[in-house]
């Protein structure tokens, strides 16, 4: 018997029922979850703990830092009178927000992305027809679904996973969205006219952050554009980071310390602008992923479907199942996890039944990438269940549809581009 794996399919279960009672705070629930795998030796001290190191919690941190000096200046209350004065465009201004996030994700990272879309949220007062819980999530889940969408260097990684299963075959640039470009756009739409209003219209979390965007700006004009420069070099920072010598996550740590010698914040702003819960969830969802990845829940989940196909199953039933499995697990654990065992499996597994493995390639990576229905399906998703305060139950009422219907496309369309008949 394997009571690790056991353990940790317990606390799956348990964090899940935390996150949809509504009782707790999301961090707290993490942090238990955490703390059961580390006592229940599931998971040692530093592996359990080791995410508050983690560089996008920190960066995560730094960047509600930022938000919270953007919030003592004038631009989030300028920006909410203009928001005013078009509030009958409400779905405009939610169509441009999500396409926004469908373009930024092709130079960025969906955590990144998210984190630097929370400073503006404030722009949407009480009175706005739209609030941040309109858009926090959408755009998470645009993002993901359209993450590589544009041709690029993205299909160079797909192609590791081709190489290392012996196949000659190669994708080419373009290969990857055109099976994605129909569904991304239908997730776009879906999000953009209807996804949008069925959620809440609940606030911004209420850190000091946010409270600072209410009252009239105490910064010198000198020291707003010193805030202003220092936000737009960061933002173009994290988006080419990739062409940088440093990493992405130590970008918005440097602006904080720039903004704490040139006085704008201080210490007292630094404890204050973090939002708690949200990063303890962060740090805490974060080590059920590994807990999966060590007790090999994931390879459990994967044999026990090639057992189910039997000896001869159809060619689009191989791929429905592995997409649907990777699609799943990757609502539960880290996408990387998730892509590494199904695409890899899947791939050998079209090989050996001579099918194009492009086909299962690109669509179990990019079902394993559609994270969007809990907030252990990404960090990104995670930031945005944290700042947008949703339930579960509502999101899942919202993005299901998507997610079948998402689904349904990329398998169709990599079957009609990669003919498995």
């Known amino acids: 018997m394997n009571v690790p794996l056991i353990i940790t399919l317990a606390v799956t279960i348990f964090l899940i029922v935390g996150f949809l009672s509504g009782k707790f705070k999301l961090g707290l629930v993490a942090m238990t979850a955490a703390t059961i795998l580390c006592v229940t030796k599931v998971l040692t001290f530093n592996e359990a703990y080791a995410n508050f190191a983690n560089g996008n919690v920190i960066m995560v941190g730094a960047i509600f830092i930022l938000s919270g000096a953007l919030g003592k200046t004038g631009l989030v209350p300028a920006l909410k009178e203009l928001i005013m004065k078009n509030s009958s465009k409400s779905g405009l201004i939610v169509f441009l927000y999500l396409l926004a996030n469908g373009i930024l994700i092709q130079f960025s990272m969906p955590t990144a992305l998210v984190a630097m879309m929370i400073p503006f949220m404030a722009a949407f007062g009480e009175e706005s027809r739209i609030q941040p819980s309109h858009l926090l999530l959408p755009g998470a889940v645009v993002a993901h679904c359209w993450q590589g969408m544009f041709p690029g260097a993205f299909f160079v990684m797909l192609n590791s996973y081709l190489e290392a299963s012996g196949t000659d075959v190669r994708l080419g640039m373009l290969d990857y969205s055109k099976v994605v470009a129909i569904p991304a756009l239908f997730a776009l739409c879906y999000m953009a006219f209807i996804g949008w209003r069925g959620f809440k219209s609940n606030k911004l979390v209420q850190t000091d952050a946010v409270k600072a965007t209410a009252s009239k700006s105490n910064l010198t004009p000198f ?180 997610w079948l219907i998402y689904g349904a496309l990329v398998i169709f369309m990599a079957n009609l581009i990669y003919p498995l008949a």
Request: one cysteine or more.
């Open 223 to 402: 020291q707003e554009k010193i805030v202003y420069v220092v936000f737009v070099i960061t933002f173009v920072g994290i988006l080419l980071s990739n062409y940088l010598p440093i990493d992405m996550q130590v970008i918005p740590v440097i602006a904080d310390l720039v903004l704490l010698y040139c006085g704008i914040l201080n210490l007292n702003d630094v404890k204050n602008f973090m939002n708690i819960d949200t990063l303890f969830m962060l740090a805490g969802v974060l080590p059920l992923a590994t807990a999966m990845q060590k007790t090999g829940a994931g390879t459990v989940l994967a044999d026990f479907i090639l057992s189910l196909l039997g000896g001869n199953p159809a060619p689009i039933t191989v791929l429905i199942a592995f997409y649907v499995a990777g699609a799943v697990l990757t609502q539960f654990m880290s996408n990387t996890a998730t892509q590494n065992i199904f695409v890899t499996l899947a791939v050998v597994t079209a090989l050996n039944l001579g099918l194009d493995p492009r086909a299962f390639c690109i669509a179990i990576y990019a079902g394993c990438t559609a994270a969007m229905m809990t907030p252990t399906a990404s960090p990104s998703i995670a930031i945005a269940f944290g700042a947008g305060q949703y339930k579960i139950k509502d999101v899942v009422k919202v993005c299901l549809p998507l």
